[in-house]
């Protein structure tokens, strides 16, 4: 092996981070060095890049809105991100933005699309400000992962709850007006984190694709469906299989993992696997609103949305929306389900998404 070119990526506010290619004699991986502001090591990944990457969409005003760089949190997991307030005198409704499952920077940067940034332009542009911020397990992957009390309210619920504290302290945002936008696994921890919100931070809470029931029950779905479209070779989908079905075991224990559980932390499994979200929903009070792709093979429609309403049939402060033509990540394709090659090609999620999550929130902010 040796060392290749060498290269200063991108600085946020909380890493200097710098580039350097590993070459081995067939092939060349990029790693990823994290810099802390005394120039010391604080963490490191393989690099990933995906070319092209959607542009922003038409219906961004940079010329609306200003971006502000932000960290949230301290110690040794403070995290980056991005606070966009429409220009004006204020104070304005907020948005904190919660990824899905995996590693995902601030704009949800999945493949060739960035969900969260279409997101975050969009609502700005339409008065509304935005809140998102590198998942920890993005910024801080080594030091989160290696963590032998890593679970789902480490990795999701609590780093959200702490942007609804640090928005307190803006001066142009309107403390009574904080919302969380939650895509997939965010989204089905939603109310997890309305159940921690003890200081009663937030106003309502938008679910974007997220789970009615068990993570391990959509994945399961997930991998037939990929399966079935041969996505998925025989002895992979067989192997997958027998794994997330060990999380349905009753017995299934983080002290005492079944023998050949081989998907990582059980510790972090057994924080997830009973989370249901509909069924947790089903007693709060806050206001939901409940947004799905009809074309979403990872969280599909058919499944999931007869859940939450069955769950949530006796509240009056739930709204739906549908969009026939959508994936996972909200963008357009055509035929009833998606497949995973969708992603490889840049898209932005439409306006109308964003205009329905606008005059969801405003019209609860008068």
Excluded: C
């Excluded at 035929?335 to 306006?351: F, R, T, V, W």
Aim: hydrophobic share 35%; proline share 7%.
């Amino acid at each position: 092996m040796e060392i290749g070119e060498v290269t200063q990526k991108e600085t946020n506010s909380v890493h200097t981070n710098v580039e350097i290619k590993l070459v081995f004699e067939q092939f060349t991986v990029p790693l990823l060095i994290k810099l802390d502001p005394s120039g010391k090591i604080d963490d490191f990944q393989l690099s990933m890049s995906f070319s092209p990457v959607a542009e922003r969409p038409s219906y961004s005003k940079p010329e609306s809105f200003v971006d502000k760089e932000v960290v949230v949190g301290s110690g040794a997991f403070p995290l980056p991100g991005t606070l966009s307030v429409p220009k004006g005198k204020g104070p304005f409704p907020v948005v904190i933005l919660v990824q899905g499952s995996g590693a995902t920077d601030q704009d949800e940067t999945a493949f060739a699309l960035k969900p969260f940034r279409d997101l975050a332009e969009g609502l700005a542009s339409k008065g509304i400000a935005v809140l998102r911020y590198n998942k920890r397990t993005y910024e801080h992957g080594l030091k989160t992962q290696s963590s032998p009390f890593y679970t789902v309210d480490k990795e999701t619920t609590d780093d959200a709850l702490l942007v609804t504290h640090f928005l307190k302290n803006e001066p142009l945002i309107d403390k009574n007006q904080i919302y969380i936008l939650g895509h997939s696994q965010g989204g089905m921890m939603l109310p997890k984190m309305i159940e921690k919100d003890q200081n009663q931070n937030i106003a309502g809470a938008i679910v974007m694709g997220g789970p009615a029931r068990t993570i391990q029950d959509v994945v399961l779905d997930q991998f037939e469906y990929l399966f079935s479209i041969g996505a998925m070779k025989p002895d992979e989908y067989k192997f997958y299989k027998s794994q997330f079905e060990l999380l349905n075991d009753p017995n299934f224990s983080s002290q005492n993992p079944p023998k050949g559980f081989y998907l990582g932390s059980a510790v972090f499994w057994d924080s997830i696997r009973k989370v249901k979200a509909a069924e947790m929903s089903k007693e709060q009070k806050t206001p939901l609103l409940i947004i799905q792709g009809e074309r979403d093979y990872q969280v599909q429609s058919k499944i999931e949305i007869p859940l939450w309403k069955e769950q949530l049939k006796e509240r009056d402060n739930v709204d739906y929306r549908l969009y026939p033509k959508l994936n996972h990540f909200f963008t357009e394709g055509d035929g009833e389900l998606s497949k995973p090659d969708e992603y490889y090609s840049p898209a932005n999620i439409p306006e109308y998404v964003i205009n329905d999550i606008a005059t969801w929130v405003q019209g609860r902010s008068k």
